[in-house]
């Protein structure tokens, strides 16, 4: 490898070169397998310590608890402290029948295990819970209705209130749409005749019933009977109007029964009426309109001569 002058040959040289290259390789290899020994024992040391932190015991959370339920408003009742249902006391915890305690004491209907009769389980106004025989069911009840009679007759009072209002304001329509007519009353609730063709008369009837928005399902109204001698199509056909307006026809049968009736009265002036309710009519689920329809509650068309044979001034309405 040495010259002749105790240099260093070319070849020497590259063999020195290639040594130094042999050893950078050898030291990035070793520092580069230190590195990646060294990022996995961290990841393993993490790895555990994150463990070791999940499987500890958590710190127990607070946690509310419910709420007490408001007391019921104000009724018009006498007042009384407001008892939540799981806190209702018994009366008494004995059967009604063999007098013997019950064990567990029953929250609903059952039979007592001792004399194997049903007793039944009410809580009272008094906020109590009694153990009771059949028999004293009506008198649960009375005291029921008359710890709450004062708050019923109330609504009841102003249901009545609205329904007159209601009612007067029907027959002051009926009044305007036929002037200086008369009519006697002969409605009754506890009757329905049907109308037949309401679906000729749709618009009619929305008209009347002040269904320009289409929601309302139900309208009460008073219907007239007026008998239609001129019908080219049935001598006894008696058409039913609402506020001036023609809805329909009574069915041909019962027309035949009380057209000559009818006829009678109008020579006077005078006509029938009823309270009638205009029932269907809204919008469908699929947006198309839904149909209309009428009932009478009138009496029975076959006592109509019994009843016009006496006085009629209790049912007369005279127009104004």
């Known amino acids: 490898m040495a010259n002749r002058g105790g240099g260093i040959s070319g070849f020497g040289a590259l063999v020195l070169v290639l040594i130094a290259l042999g050893l950078i390789v050898t030291y990035w290899q070793v520092s580069l397998l230190v590195a990646i020994g060294s990022a996995g024992l961290a990841l393993v040391w993490w790895s555990r310590r994150s463990t070791a932190s999940i499987s500890a015991p958590l710190a127990p959370v607070a946690r509310a608890l419910p709420a007490v339920p408001d007391p019921p408003a104000e009724t018009g009742r006498p007042s009384r402290p407001y008892v939540g249902p799981a806190e209702r ?131 009460d109204v008073v219907a007239v009977l007026v008998a239609e001698p001129d019908n080219r199509y049935d001598r006894n056909a008696v058409r039913v109007e609402v506020f001036g307006r023609q809805v329909g026809y009574i069915p041909k049968e019962d027309a035949e029964e009380i057209s000559p009736i009818l006829l009678t009265l109008h020579r006077q002036g005078t006509f029938i009426a009823s309270q009638a309710a205009i029932v269907g009519g809204g919008i469908g689920r699929s947006g198309s309109r839904l149909s209309f329809g009428i009932r009478l509650a009138i009496e029975d068309y076959s006592e109509w001569a019994e009843i016009l044979k006496g006085p009629v001034t209790d049912r007369k309405v005279a127009s104004s």
């Open 89 to 219: 006391a018994y009366a008494s915890e004995l059967c009604p029948y063999c007098s013997e305690p019950m064990v567990p004491v029953p929250k609903a209907k059952t039979r007592c295990k001792l004399c194997r009769q049903i007793v039944f389980v009410r809580s009272g106004p008094d906020g109590l819970r009694y153990l009771l025989q059949e028999i004293d069911l009506p008198a649960m009840e009375a005291e029921w209705v008359a710890a709450t009679g004062r708050e019923a007759t109330e609504l009841d009072r102003m249901a009545t209130a609205q329904a007159e209002v209601l009612h007067t304001q029907a027959w002051r329509l009926t009044f305007d749409a036929m002037p200086g007519a008369r009519f006697i009353d002969l409605s009754n609730d506890e009757e329905e005749q049907q109308v037949v063709g309401e679906s000729h008369y749709q618009d009619e009837l929305a008209e009347v019933s002040n269904l320009a928005n289409g929601v309302v399902r139900r309208r």
